[in-house]
């Protein structure tokens, strides 16, 4: 089963027909569920996910966001531990200190080389930067 990583921008992308490249983020998820992709993310980019929802739709929308995703079991979420918040700021916050990248992103990468995905729905060009394979 191949894998796909959810960052905060791709995936919003994909849920709101508001953002930018809403259509082509939408089909690169849906075609992800479609060929029973794992799908795996942070708490990290949750919370960011969480507060967007309610920002534009409601809080009750963003407590069933939460739901939804802790229920399909084709989503995983990997709760950051300090190990790898600190291995994210040693290995990519500051190998990429002239960046303006968050700590999200950094555990973002962390998670990615330990569990070895390459390919991420993101709209952000530090993924690729660092190595990973954008989607779409």
Do not use: K
Request: glycine letters at 4%.
């Amino acid at each position: 089963m191949s894998v796909v990583f959810l960052d905060t921008s791709g995936w919003l992308a994909a849920l709101s027909p508001r953002e930018a490249g809403h259509q082509e983020a939408l089909a690169a998820y849906r075609g992800c569920m479609a060929g029973r992709e794992r799908l795996v993310t942070t708490n990290l980019v949750l919370a960011e996910m969480q507060i967007l929802v309610s920002r534009a739709r409601s809080g009750a929308e963003a407590v069933r966001f939460l739901d939804a995703v802790y229920a399909d079991p084709a989503h995983e979420v990997v709760h950051v531990t300090r190990e790898v918040e600190r291995a994210a700021i040693d290995r990519w916050l500051r190998r990429f200190a002239d960046q303006r990248l968050s700590l999200c992103d950094a555990t973002s990468f962390e998670v990615m080389r330990a569990q070895r995905i390459r390919r991420v729905l993101t709209h952000d060009a530090h993924f690729a930067l660092a190595g990973f394979e954008p989607l779409p």
